[in-house]
């Protein structure tokens, strides 16, 4: 889908006032690193896989000075003054969507440093079910109830809890319906949705998606920004399989039926190894050998998956988020384009960040060139969490 007729629209809510913030100016316009709140949640919308027209909703005061600082970092973009309500405002986003936009995310600028990875997430939920996703993330204090005065009366089951976040992704003609149906205030867009009963998921958030709305939120974002602890690890992996293995070949996370599959002690998927060793690299976890050796029966013939599944819990538990990875492909067979996408898909999904795959040949030379098995090349960037 072209800039001009974007099939996705994000629609940044940045008009609300931020007192409770304190800093003398609505909160989406206070600067962190050079750039204000409201710039940093669009350039997460700028680095997902699929191009998305923003829809920046913002006090009536700030709409040129909201051209003036977006118009450049997104190919289609549309800025209108916001409502007296949360609410509102994302109804006047809604209100100037073109009728090509068929899935709407909304997004509040306060949660300035989601991650990229988050909106393809969504988006991807949502292209998948036709169903409302929220991302969320598990209560880990335990929850009381209180009275009136103070007393508990009672546990909360926090296994049945999960804390929402943003982007919100709904099929663009369910939220209008929502929002033309809403009869009441509600604290987010989920809340209208499910009111029409239509279905409402979770997916997995992400910790770096917290809202600023205190003072203490916005030192924890200073910090953020500022501690090089948060500076990106960049790792390099390879991996080369030869053809002639059992059963078929699985390649980028892919089944290709009818192809000679690649031998190896798992499945043989050189693009999958390669992301593995690209990862742990950068994270300084050792490589694929030292985590899933040959000797373990676990792993005789799994497939990519469930080492890119083990490895991406090893670097959360080591606290690593992954930024993306980049891998190209080195070989005459199977022919990649045409599945491509649909392996970025497949593996952006089960690492839940940006993964891009390209490929090539050797003109004939070589290991590769003469079509006896492929090579894949593999960078991960990995960023320590605060």
Not at 343 to 359: K, N, W
Request: proline content about 6%.
């Amino acid at each position: 889908m072209s800039a001009s007729s974007p099939r996705v629209a994000v629609v940044v809510v940045a008009a609300g006032s931020g007192m409770r913030l304190g800093a003398g100016l609505p909160k989406a316009f206070v600067s962190l690193a050079g750039a204000t709140l409201l710039e940093h949640a669009v350039h997460a919308v700028a680095g997902m896989h699929e191009a998305a027209m923003v829809v920046a909703v913002v006090p009536g005061d700030r709409v040129e000075q909201t051209r003036a600082l977006i118009g450049g970092l997104v190919p289609a973009s549309s800025v209108v003054p916001g409502g007296e309500s949360r609410q509102a405002s994302v109804a006047a986003g809604l209100g100037v969507l073109p009728p090509c936009v068929e899935v709407v995310l909304v997004h509040d600028a306060a949660r300035a440093f989601t991650p990229s990875a988050q909106f393809d997430a969504v988006l991807a939920a949502v292209d998948a079910t036709g169903e409302g996703v929220v991302p969320g993330l598990p209560v880990s204090d335990t929850v009381k109830r209180a009275d009136a005065a103070g007393f508990v009366t009672g546990t909360v089951d926090r296994s049945e809890l999960v804390a929402v976040q943003t982007p919100q992704g709904f099929p663009a003609r369910v939220l209008e319906a929502a929002y033309r149906a809403a009869t009441r205030e509600a604290t987010d867009d989920a809340s209208l949705v499910a009111a029409i009963g239509h279905p409402v998921r979770v997916v997995d958030g992400d910790a770096l998606a917290f809202k600023v709305t205190t003072p203490a939120d916005l030192r924890r974002a200073e910090q953020l920004l500022g501690s090089p602890t948060v500076l990106p690890r960049i790792g390099l992996g390879t991996d080369t399989h030869a053809f002639g293995g059992e059963g078929d070949l699985w390649l980028a996370g892919l089944p290709w039926p009818g192809e000679t599959p690649l031998a190896g002690h798992s499945d043989g998927d050189a693009v999958a190894h390669a992301m593995v060793d690209a990862l742990l690299s950068a994270a300084g976890l050792g490589d694929i050998g030292s985590r899933f050796g040959t000797a373990d029966p676990r792993f005789a013939g799994a497939h990519g998956e469930v080492f890119l599944t083990a490895t991406r819990d090893l670097l959360a538990d080591a606290g690593w988020a992954i930024g993306n990875v980049s891998v190209q492909l080195v070989g005459t067979r199977p022919r990649f384009s045409a599945r491509r996408e649909e392996a970025q898909t497949v593996l952006s999904g089960i690492l839940g960040a940006p993964v891009s795959v390209t490929a090539t040949t050797t003109d004939g030379l070589g290991f590769t060139g003469r079509g006896e098995g492929v090579t894949a090349i593999a960078t991960a960037m990995v960023v320590q969490r605060p």
